[in-house]
């Protein structure tokens, strides 16, 4: 044995330093492995991916060579998309879109006044940059921007006339005897310590209103700079009557997703809350509207809201026509938003209940502190679904007489000016990649928002 050993040792080595690892073999890994994989592990999965194949070879270069290769992109009437005008094969006609694409925006707003709508727009975007984004500095102040001024300038700009400048008045002279009492108050340490002594200076200061609602200050500071803007731009440029009857296209399809999504959240977060509360009258009333709205369809709920809201009311009081279906849509989607809510309230563990009640928080203070964090949370996909299918809802409001943007589509298509066999198709897509790119839009950020606040939970 001895002998053996001695005659193996010359040949004996042991490495010392890690070898390089190697890539994976592509049958294991690799675009390969996912093929087989994904698209055919199996006998139907195989015969799944090769119908999708064929349908795919078979669909899309057609649809290639009508909406790009045979495409019209320029012209000033029917004639550059007729075939026998043009003397060739005639695709999607573009230059209808482009002929179209104010009307599309604005509808049948004036022209003269269609900058108002372009800075509604602007102070859109920036309210959903505002929010959205996650690094976005002082996000009360942007709160308060989005669900208070935002729709206050967006109603005196849009609308204009009186009504708009009466609005107008009252917030500026609010946000000035606001802004006057934080200006009061800030001066009252100063008197108070005069008397006391500068040794109790501090003491004054703690105790005073203004450092306690020195976030509140920002936010009247704000809106005042906010109305005095409005009020020079109304009083120097004038901002005439805009009826609703003339708005229309994106304008109108922004607006009544707006209203639906940023009402519908904190009313389904209230009906939820409601539904699962001990009071009898409370929850009895909140499971009466949820089951109401929810038994019927969009289209009902339209009705109602066109023709019922004006007879709860004097007759000097009718709301608007486009009022009444920003209501019933915002109510439908408050149904269906309760019930997404309730799915994540039901889902936390009774343990954080327990724990918050054992701190001593009161309930409103355990569910904006403690449950409804988490269980938005987790509810996340439904709530971003409810919006998507809001957004794609809003389309219904053209049977109570509407000019949303399909509606506006659907104006065009009977104008002899663009009168094509090519027009309705190309007008059809223009309005499905609007849509796609709005949804896709929501969903993506969702998915990013999920992942964000789900990075604590991985293990």
């Not at 039901?346 to 409804?372: C, D, F, N, T, V």
Request: charged share 15%; with cysteine.
């Amino acid at each position: 044995m001895t002998d053996a050993t001695t005659e193996l040792a010359p040949y004996a080595f042991v490495r010392k330093e890690t070898l390089e690892q190697q890539a994976a073999p592509l049958s294991v890994a690799g675009p390969l492995a996912w093929v087989r994989n994904n698209l055919f592990s199996g006998p139907v999965n195989t015969l799944l991916t090769l119908l999708c194949v064929y349908i795919v070879v078979v669909s899309v270069p057609e649809l290639v060579r009508f909406y790009f290769i045979d495409a019209v992109w320029t012209g000033a009437n029917r004639d550059a998309c007729l075939a026998e005008k043009v003397g060739r094969p005639v695709g999607a006609c573009w230059a209808y879109v482009g002929d179209r694409l104010q009307y599309f925006i604005y509808g049948s707003y004036p022209i003269s006044e269609r900058w108002r709508v372009n800075i509604v727009f602007a102070l859109f975007a920036i309210g959903v940059v505002w929010m959205l984004w996650n690094q976005a500095p002082k996000k009360k102040l942007g709160l308060f921007y989005f669900f208070v001024l935002m729709p206050i300038a967006a109603y005196v700009l849009l609308l204009g006339g009186a009504g708009a400048e009466r609005l107008l008045r009252n917030g500026l002279i609010v946000s000035l005897v606001l802004a006057a009492i934080y200006v009061v108050l800030s001066f009252v340490p100063q008197l108070v310590g005069s008397y006391l002594g500068a040794a109790n200076l501090a003491v004054v200061r703690e105790a005073s209103p203004l450092k306690r609602f020195s976030g509140p200050k920002q936010l009247v500071l704000f809106a005042l700079v906010v109305f005095v803007l409005l009020g020079l731009l109304a009083s120097s440029i004038g901002l005439p009557r805009v009826d609703t009857g003339l708005w229309g296209g994106m304008t109108v399809t922004f607006l009544i997703a707006a209203v639906g999504i940023v009402f519908s959240l904190p009313f389904g977060i209230l009906l939820a809350l409601g539904r699962r509360s001990k009071l009898p009258i409370i929850q009895l009333l909140s499971v009466i509207f949820i089951e109401f709205v929810r038994g019927v369809p969009l289209i009902t709920v339209l009705f109602m809201a066109n023709t019922m809201l004006p007879l709860f009311v004097p007759q000097e009081w009718s709301p608007d026509r486009l009022l009444r279906p920003l209501v019933g849509v915002a109510m439908f989607a408050a149904a269906y938003m309760a019930e997404v809510i309730r799915g994540g309230l039901q889902a936390m563990p009774k343990g954080q209940y327990e724990g918050a009640m054992s701190l001593g928080l009161g309930y409103w203070s355990m569910m904006r502190l403690i449950i409804l964090p988490q269980a938005l949370r987790i509810v996340i996909p439904g709530i971003v679904n409810t919006f998507i299918g809001l957004f794609k809802d809003t389309t219904l409001v053209t049977i109570v007489g509407i000019f949303d943007f399909l509606r506006t589509i659907e104006a065009t298509l009977v104008d002899p000016t663009w009168a094509t066999p090519t027009t309705r198709a190309t007008g059809y897509a223009f309005a499905a990649i609007f849509y796609f790119l709005c949804c896709w839009g929501m969903s993506r950020y969702s998915i990013s928002v999920e992942k964000r606040l789900a990075a604590g939970q991985k293990r």
